[in-house]
């Protein structure tokens, strides 16, 4: 007999223990009495009247919970219910409950309950396990056990669908005999064994058993040998608990469930009510978890159950239960259908509204009231709504709406998806954004009904008829609007029929939680579902007509009804037609079937045109044919490949275009003449058409009819007539349109008749590499008819090629010929096509060419040596732009450079092809090659629109040249020249000529993958502005070669860099734009097609609309279109919230972990979070919300505390008593200016000049907190002449600030309350300093420690913040808080020193700072490590640095300064020695106070006076004092439960700077290893030899791969460190020879100098 191992070590074993019982399901013994009994108990008692209540926030999960109380056996219970949709078969799930000691549940048992027992035991040939868990409760309350009976069944239905229960009860209720019935034998001998736990039935061989019988001798021979560790666990103070409940697995589809859980609990003794709720909370998170476990993507899942739905309607059961009332309201609702067709009749006015007569007035109105159609979000949907006047009166407002759309789908798919209101699908976009998303969702949930506990609501479990609630959010200041009503289905013919009506207002939703302001609406709707044709047999469809009656009334909504109703009809159609549509689309499908029913007519030869046709199209080019000197102006099209003209001539216009297609003539034809294609219904609906008709004549010709209704004017109407025809040479094909009169479409005074003519030729051009060609040519001339001014006629023109521009992009395939064409100019090159050596690229070069090669290579000396070059803005970080230009020159210089990863071959052909169409820009009117000398000498024509409005376009001719130099590089240099064919390309448009030179360079780099790219442009002769703004549009030409050949670099192969460009491309994109983004970069494209969920997620980020997302914790495979929304309008708030970008996306990140598995999982896209970054960088600058907040409140804070300074130094001057207390704040304000002057004199030491004047005044107009809040959040870095970070520099201005303007400024104006009267002025400016100095505080602890790159260096120290944007909210208003107190309380302290004794006051702080030197010296940790040049400035760093964070800390306990650099682990002795200061402080005054009191000997009533005065002074002093302490410390605790736990250590650290400082040395990663030299030298002496051997070894490397840090990490080297081999130690030591020279000779000038005069 096999063994069996009896542990579960893995959620492996799990899977294995839970396949071996589904394998054994069928082998299952029969039920026993006692076992069925008790399952019939638990099922009679889960369908109880029990009075359910929904537990607080489930209302917007997905599993619904619920709570409430049943009397058994004379004691009340609580009761507990849960229930929701589960991915997985009810075997699986059965399993998985069975499997009660899991590994997994046995891991979530010990975190919550510690190390308690949890075990099963299995009783042998019957369906019983005996479970026991024990609960831990806190102390002093006793643990309770938990010892339960269990037992399973199942049941399978008429589809093969099975239903599981599993079951359990007390195991006393067993023992006493409550379940009556046999018993079993060996069921005693089993008790005692209660710890056996066989979770895992493998044998040692790994195969899985399959009988029940081989467990009796299995369980018997392992008892013996089983560990009593479990046993010694339970200390005998435990206390007997009760559990009882059922689950009920009822599938939905095979592979999906329906679960239903019910647990009463009794926890015996008496316990807190709110103990107890949180227990059986716990207890149904099973369900949370199970749902969790098994996830499978929402649209597979809803998919696999509406499959089955769709077989329960398609038969149409007959035993369906329909109830009387549901008859009566289906039959009200169908009256709906009266809405197609309007009869006229009269009825009286009702005067009060009744739901069940709302419907009565339909067709029976005073007067026909026209419908008015409405914005439809979805194209192929037709959406209109009326007010219906005889039901709306002073508290009514009643709109009628319908709505109609084509679904691609049969009416069973359309039927089971519109029942499944709640599905997984549907829910995403309502339930978990909740009611704060978007004002298109809405919360929906069924309303329960308890006596069908064990069934889903709704279509999944069949049935006829439900109750649904939806809460709907309508724009402020409009309420929420509640609906809750009944739905019933019917099956009408071949299609079905939905009806919806309000239901009772006795009947209520619980969504548990108390929903204020909102009101209950009223509602009838009716659905009609169709089956269609689709114009194809291969493919299904049906119609959908909504029909909805809406009053959302009463008169505490009286704003903006009508609009009311718009919202909610709007949302209607969304969650109903328009997402059954985009479910089950197939437009493209359709359209390509369309256009090959074209195609096979033309292929056919059915396109011969009769002789009228003939005649048709022979007039209408009789129309179009233009000759004379009719002038066309240029039409500019977003498609630089469509070229266009229009000739306005009053109401009329004529347009021409021409295009190149990569297709054929049939494809290309076939897509302009499809009359009914779903392409064509959208650029319809899109361009204002209101309906339009078609008349077949025959499969080559028809007649469309087209009406527009257009904003403005009156509405136009078109009727055309198309004829298709193929040359007899089959070489082109001509569609002819033009206006036709037909007697199916009258003229009527409704419409103004408009004519158009137009004419589409097509013609075959011989193909490329491959790919065919054709023409297309367009010549319509257009009048709308009526009086319309030009400008109208213009747009509509432009509007017009709009089709054009679709079918351009339809079969664009520009990318393919480039690559194609550089492909063979490669191939050229390399099979020595040109008659020169391969190895080589040279060739025999002219005189002439060789002195252009050697003039462009000269331009690279003449740039370096220009002194007036200086570094521009480009159009990405990767790019470097410099330009070299004089005011009042007449040429200028400019040098573009970037890294392009590529082949030096891929680049010089890219730059060779001129003419190519990925070589054309944005500003391109021209470009061509006007003569080919050889394979590298030709004439180039370029010509460009102005790139200053108002300037006529420029032009240049250029001779060009490309060669290969001597260092293996290639360059391609322009230089102006004249053609005889330059002027055959001037035009009427006032083209000027520009003469320019220019080079370009291209060479590998030590990756020949990589090429460096280097571009020198030279221009002369045209005016400065226009000279200055066309260079830098030359210069875009090295940024448009690295975008292309990054938009052809698959999605595994990009860098950190790319993913920085591809964000800049994205974060410039709107939202007609974004589209045409993810087309042209293949990566994009590539997780587009990948991860449907990555381009709604791109654009709700670009949208950046500010509201709070909820949490997503879906895996990454799993997550939908919905879930991609909500994730990305998730990064809106970090931005608001964080000052630095990086911050903000790493709070985003950490809120949403399936982007951390794609961005940084084992096979992430390692792009991705550069890619965010760049893009949150730029919201961060440009959102109102976002740089306006951080420089109002940057600047702002500073601003509103210096202004309550001066108003103070005001007051103060009023009383001669205060006058010294102004010049002292007039000091204070004087010594912050001057720091802050100090400080931008380090920071800018080796800046020029003007740079250094503009800093300062900055400081001197006290701008300069904003200024540097503006720098931090628009990402500026740290410039060249700078010594610190710019946000560095923020705080040490903010440090200043406190130091010596804040904090004094709190001080003396507490001095003076606690001396004088308590002014309401004085009091607000402590107040205003306490909140400025708590919020400075708290701004620099939160930028400081959720910045990425310092929580990577130090993630000991840095990360005491949570990720989650809640908690992080809590400890940034506990650290205002905290600062705000302690400085009120300091302050108050410092006051009271001061008023008794000055000694006193010195005294203290004396030892203070004494003992925290005397710390500083004791721990070797006198030396800071801030970064000095000489000895002088290490010392005063040293000194001043502590000195100022003591202070500062001192009055704020500023969290940041607990740093090992500062104060360290004196940070929490500080706060000790300070509380201890302010109570000897107050008992210091209090005794003084007293003794004052007392001095005359003698007690009168003047006296005793001032001593009750001056006692209620000290008692008031010492309560704000006691009161600020406990606040304190009670935030304090609050804060410390609100960060992370690992971190709550770093507040009582110990370390010094000198270790932290050490310790990234220790560190693996040279990135982290090189910040060692970022600090004194002094500090890391010691391992200054392993620092330097460490740089000797890795330099070769470094120098290979250049890291980022490299260039500015070792910028200062010294030189002792760096090789002595190495290029840069020779540099260094000549640069130090001539400094040391230059020196000497210095000193003997001085020194003979002063020889002379002395003399």
């Given at each position: 007999m096999s063994t069996y191992v009896a542990t579960s070590r893995s959620m492996k074993d799990d899977a294995v223990a839970d396949k071996f019982f589904i394998s054994l399901i069928d082998e299952r013994p029969e039920m026993a009495r006692n076992e069925r009994n008790m399952m019939n108990n638990m099922l009679e008692l889960g369908?109880?009247?029990?009075?359910?209540?929904?537990?607080?926030?489930?209302?917007?999960?997905?599993?619904?919970?619920?709570?409430?109380?049943?009397?058994?056996?004379?004691?009340?219970?609580?009761?507990?219910?849960?229930?929701?949709?589960?991915?997985?078969?009810?075997?699986?799930?059965?399993?998985?409950?069975?499997?009660?000691?899991?590994?997994?549940?046995?891991?979530?048992?010990?975190?919550?309950?510690?190390?308690?027992?949890?075990?099963?035991?299995?009783?042998?040939?019957?369906?019983?396990?005996?479970?026991?868990?024990t609960m831990a409760l806190h102390p002093p309350l006793r643990n309770r056990i938990f010892k339960m009976w269990s037992t399973w069944d199942m049941q399978v239905d008429s589809d093969g669908l099975r239903t599981c229960y599993f079951a359990w009860c007390p195991f006393e209720d067993m023992e006493v005999g409550m379940y009556s019935g046999e018993t079993f034998s060996q069921l005693g001998s089993f008790i005692s064994r209660s710890n056996l736990n066989l979770n895992n039935l493998t044998d040692e061989s790994g195969s899985v058993g399959n009988s029940y019988k081989s467990l009796k001798s299995d369980v018997e021979a392992k008892a013996a040998s089983l560990s009593e560790s479990a046993k010694n666990i339970i200390n005998g103070n435990e206390v007997s608990a009760r559990s009882s409940g059922l689950y009920v697995f009822r599938e939905l589809a095979p592979n999906v469930s329906f679960v239903t859980l019910i647990n009463l609990i009794d926890l015996k003794g008496h316990l807190p009510a709110l103990l107890m709720d949180l227990k059986l909370t716990e207890t149904l998170k099973s369900l949370d978890d199970m749902r969790k476990r098994h996830s499978r993507d929402t649209e597979k899942v809803d998919s696999e159950v509406r499959e089955h739905m769709k077989k329960v309607f398609a038969r149409d059961r007959q035993d369906d239960q329909i109830l009387s009332e549901t008859d009566e309201m289906w039959e009200r609702c169908y009256e709906m259908r009266k809405f197609q067709a309007q009869p006229k009749s009269d009825r009286q006015r009702v005067s009060s509204y009744s739901p069940a007569r709302l419907l009565s007035s339909i067709g029976k109105r005073k007067e026909y009231e026209p419908w008015r159609a409405m914005d439809s979000p979805c194209a192929l949907t037709?959406?209109?709504?009326?007010?219906?006047?005889?039901?709306?009166n002073g508290n009514n407002l009643v709109t009628e709406c319908r709505a109609s759309c084509i679904c691609d789908c049969s009416a069973e798919d359309a039927m089971a998806y519109l029942w499944d209101a709640c599905s997984d699908t549907r829910l995403k976009g309502g339930r978990e954004s909740s009611l704060k998303a978007h004002l298109d969702k809405s919360l929906a949930l069924y309303v329960d009904q308890h006596d069908r506990v064990f069934e889903p609501a709704g279509g999944a479990g069949g049935g006829r008829n439900d109750v649904l609630a939806?809460?709907?959010?309508?724009?402020?200041?409009?309420?929420?609007?509640?609906?809750?009503?009944?739905?019933?289905?019917?099956?009408?013919?071949?299609?079905?029929?939905?009806?919806?009506?309000?239901?009772?207002?006795?009947?209520?939703?619980?969504?548990?939680?108390?929903?204020?302001?909102?009101?209950?609406?009223?509602?009838?709707?009716?659905?009609?579902?169709?089956?269609?044709?689709?114009?194809?047999?291969?493919?299904?469809?049906?119609?959908?007509?909504?029909?909805?009656?809406?009053?959302?009334?009463?008169?505490?909504?009286?704003?903006?009804?009508?609009?009311?109703?718009?919202?909610?009809?709007?949302?209607?159609?969304?969650?109903?037609?328009?997402?059954?549509?985009?479910?089950?689309?197939?437009?493209?499908?359709?359209?390509?079937?369309?256009?090959?029913?074209?195609?096979?007519?033309?292929?056919?030869?059915?396109?011969?045109?009769?002789?009228?046709?003939?005649?048709?199209?022979?007039?209408?080019?009789?129309?179009?044919?233009?000759?004379?000197?009719?002038?066309?102006?240029?039409?500019?099209?977003?498609?630089?490949?469509?070229?266009?003209?229009?000739?306005?001539?009053?109401?009329y216009a004529i347009i021409r275009a021409t295009t190149v297609l990569e297709t054929t003539i049939e494809d290309a034809s076939a897509y302009e003449f499809a009359p009914s294609s779903r392409g064509k219904l959208k650029y319809f609906i899109e361009q204002h058409g209101k309906d339009r008709n078609i008349v077949y004549i025959n499969p080559h010709s028809y007649i469309q009819m087209k009406r527009f209704e257009i904003p403005l004017y009156k509405q136009r109407e078109f009727v055309q007539r198309y004829v298709l025809k193929k040359t007899e040479d089959d070489s082109k094909i001509e569609i002819g349109i033009d206006s036709v009169q037909h007697n199916l479409f009258p003229e009527t005074n409704q419409y103004i008749r408009s004519i158009g003519t137009s004419l589409f030729i097509f013609e075959k051009l011989p193909p490329l590499f491959g790919i065919p060609q054709t023409k297309m040519s367009y010549v319509a001339k257009l009048s709308w008819g009526g009086l319309v001014p030009g400008r109208f006629v213009r747009v509509k023109a432009q509007e017009g090629l709009a089709w054009i521009l679709s079918m351009r992009k339809t079969f664009d395939m520009k990318k393919t010929l480039d690559a194609l064409e550089r492909k063979q100019f490669i191939e050229k090159l390399h099979l020595n096509a040109w008659g020169h050596a391969t190895s080589s690229f040279t060739a025999a070069y002219t005189d002439e060419e060789k002195k252009d090669i050697e003039v462009g290579q000269e331009f690279f000396r003449i740039f370096q040596n220009n002194p007036t070059k200086k570094r521009v803005a480009s159009s990405s970080a990767s790019v470097i732009n410099e330009i070299a230009f004089r005011k009042n020159d007449a040429s200028g210089w400019g040098l573009s450079e970037t890294k392009i990863r590529a082949k030096k071959e891929d680049i010089l052909a890219f730059l060779w092809n001129v003419d190519a169409n990925c070589c054309k820009h944005v500003a391109d009117i021209e470009r061509l090659v006007l003569e080919r000398h050889n394979a590298h000498h030709q004439i180039a024509y370029l010509c460009r629109a102005a790139a200053v409005k108002?300037?006529?376009?420029?032009?240049?001719?250029?001779?060009?040249?490309?060669?290969?130099?001597?260092?293996?590089?290639?360059?391609?240099?322009?230089?102006?020249?004249?053609?005889?064919?330059e002027e055959e390309q001037q035009n009427d448009d006032g083209r000027k000529r520009v003469d320019f030179s220019s080079i370009c360079k291209i060479r590998e780099t030590l990756d020949p993958s990589i090429c460096k790219l280097t571009y020198i442009y030279h221009s002369v002769g045209d005016k400065q502005l226009s000279m200055m703004t066309h260079m830098k549009q030359m210069m875009e030409l090295v940024y448009d070669v690295k975008s292309y050949f990054l938009q052809l670099r698959v999605a595994s192969d990009l860098e950190d860099d790319d993913g920085r460009m591809l964000g800049e491309a994205l974060s410039h994109a709107s939202d007609s734009t974004v589209d045409s983004c993810f087309r042209s970069y293949r990566a994009l494209q590539e997780m587009d097609d990948r991860f449907p969920w990555f381009k709604p997620m791109i654009v709700a980020v670009l949208n950046n609309s500010l509201h709070m997302a909820p949490a997503i914790d879906s895996k990454l495979d799993f997550l939908s279109e919905d879930d991609g929304h909500v994730i990305g309008s998730g990064l809106a708030l970090p931005i608001a919230i964080n000052l630095m970008n990086d911050a903000a996306v790493e709070e985003w990140l950490a809120r949403y972990p399936a982007l951390k598995e794609f961005g940084r999982g084992g096979d992430g896209e390692k792009w991705f979070i550069p890619m965010i970054e760049v893009i949150a960088a730029r919201l961060l600058?440009?959102?109102?919300?976002?740089?306006?907040?951080?420089?109002?409140?940057?600047?702002?804070?500073?601003?509103?505390?210096?202004?309550?300074?001066?108003?103070?130094?005001?007051?103060?001057?009023?009383?001669?008593?205060?006058?010294?207390?102004?010049?002292?704040?007039?000091?204070?304000?004087?010594?912050?200016?001057?720091?802050?002057?100090?400080?931008?004199?380090?920071?800018?030491?080796?800046?020029?000049?003007?740079?250094?004047?503009?800093?300062?005044?900055?400081?001197?107009?006290?701008?300069?907190?904003?200024?540097?809040?503006?720098?931090?959040?628009?990402?500026?870095?740290?410039?060249?002449?700078?010594?610190?970070?710019?946000?560095?520099e923020m705080m040490a201005v903010r440090c200043v600030e406190l130091f010596a303007e804040s904090l004094p400024s709190a001080c003396l104006a507490t001095y003076v309350v606690i001396n004088g009267e308590s002014s309401f002025?004085?009091?607000?400016?402590?107040?205003?300093?306490?909140?400025?100095?708590?919020?400075?505080?708290?701004?620099?602890?939160?930028?400081?420690?959720?910045?990425p790159d310092q929580r990577l260096k130090a993630p000991t120290f840095y990360g005491f913040l949570h990720d989650d944007a809640y908690k992080r909210s809590i400890c940034f208003m506990c650290m205002v808080m905290l600062s705000a107190l302690l400085l009120i309380a300091k302050s108050l302290t410092t006051g009271l020193l001061m008023s008794v004794s000055l000694k006193a006051f010195l005294l203290e702080n004396a030892v203070e700072f004494s003992l925290f030197f005397l710390y500083k010296v004791y721990n070797m940790d006198v030396i800071h490590p801030f970064?000095?040049?000489?000895?002088?400035?290490?010392?005063?760093?040293?000194?001043?640095?502590?000195?100022?964070?003591k202070v500062i800390s001192d009055y704020t306990g500023l969290v940041f300064f607990r740093h090992p650099n500062f104060l360290g682990g004196f940070w929490s002795i500080n706060m000790v020695l300070t509380f201890i200061g302010m109570i000897f402080a107050t008992i210091l005054y209090s005794e003084g106070s007293v003794v004052g009191g007392d001095a005359g000997g003698g007690v009168d009533a003047n006296t005793d006076t001032a001593a009750e005065s001056e006692n209620t002074r000290v008692l008031r002093i010492t309560t704000v004092i006691t009161s600020c302490l406990s606040l304190w410390l009670l935030t304090f605790l609050i804060f410390l439960k609100s960060i992370n736990e690992s971190h709550i250590k770093s507040f009582f650290n110990h370390e010094t700077s000198k270790s932290y400082v050490q310790s990234f040395f220790n560190s693996p990663s040279d990135s982290t290893k090189i910040v060692v030299l970022s600090y004194n030298s002094l500090v890391w002496s010691s391992i200054r030899p392993s620092v330097k051997s460490w740089i000797a070894v890795n330099w070769t490397q470094w120098n290979y791969e250049r890291p980022p840090w490299f260039t500015s990490s070792f910028k200062d080297l010294s030189l002792d460190l760096v090789p002595e081999s190495s290029d840069k130690f020779n540099r260094m030591k000549r640069k130090f020879e001539i400094q040391r020279s230059s020196m000497k000779i210095t000193v003997q000038r001085i020194g003979r100098r002063t020889v002379d005069h002395g003399r």
């Open positions: 369908r109880s009247g029990i009075s359910w209540k929904r537990i607080k926030n489930t209302h917007t999960s997905h599993i619904s919970k619920y709570k409430g109380k049943i009397s058994q056996q004379e004691k009340t219970m609580l009761a507990g219910k849960a229930s929701g949709r589960v991915s997985a078969s009810s075997t699986q799930l059965l399993a998985s409950v069975v499997n009660f000691a899991s590994w997994e549940k046995l891991q979530k048992h010990s975190l919550v309950n510690g190390n308690l027992p949890r075990e099963r035991t299995v009783v042998p040939d019957s369906r019983s396990h005996i479970l026991s868990y037709k959406m209109e709504r009326r007010k219906n006047l005889t039901l709306s939806v809460l709907k959010k309508l724009p402020w200041p409009l309420k929420k609007i509640e609906f809750v009503f009944s739905r019933t289905w019917r099956k009408i013919g071949d299609g079905y029929g939905i009806a919806v009506e309000s239901v009772d207002n006795r009947v209520n939703a619980d969504y548990g939680t108390v929903m204020k302001h909102k009101v209950r609406g009223f509602m009838q709707a009716l659905i009609l579902i169709e089956p269609t044709q689709s114009g194809t047999d291969s493919l299904e469809s049906c119609n959908l007509n909504l029909f909805q009656v809406l009053n959302v009334g009463r008169r505490h909504n009286y704003i903006r009804l009508v609009d009311s109703n718009k919202h909610i009809f709007e949302s209607f159609v969304k969650q109903n037609a328009i997402k059954v549509r985009k479910t089950f689309e197939k437009d493209k499908i359709i359209d390509q079937l369309g256009r090959d029913q074209i195609k096979s007519v033309i292929a056919d030869d059915q396109t011969g045109c009769t002789e009228e046709e003939e005649d048709f199209l022979d007039n209408i080019h009789d129309k179009l044919d233009i000759t004379g000197s009719m002038a066309f102006d240029t039409l500019p099209t977003p498609d630089m490949h469509v070229n266009a003209r229009i000739l306005l001539r009053g109401t108002g300037y006529s376009p420029r032009y240049s001719v250029s001779r060009m040249v490309w060669a290969e130099v001597a260092d293996g590089s290639l360059v391609v240099v322009h230089h102006p020249c004249g053609h005889s064919k600058s440009s959102a109102a919300w976002g740089m306006t907040t951080r420089v109002l409140i940057g600047g702002g804070v500073s601003l509103l505390d210096f202004a309550s300074d001066l108003y103070m130094i005001k007051l103060y001057r009023e009383d001669p008593d205060n006058l010294i207390f102004s010049y002292l704040m007039i000091g204070m304000v004087g010594l912050c200016c001057l720091l802050q002057l100090g400080i931008v004199t380090a920071q800018n030491w080796k800046a020029p000049l003007h740079i250094k004047i503009r800093e300062m005044l900055y400081v001197i107009c006290f701008v300069k907190p904003a200024v540097d809040a503006y720098r931090v959040a628009t990402g500026n870095v740290q410039s060249r002449h700078s010594m610190a970070t710019p946000v560095m002025a004085a009091l607000a400016s402590i107040l205003i300093s306490a909140l400025s100095a708590g919020y400075t505080c708290a701004s620099i602890s939160y930028d400081l420690d959720t910045n970064r000095a040049e000489g000895i002088f400035m290490t010392v005063l760093f040293s000194l001043c640095i502590p000195i100022g964070t």
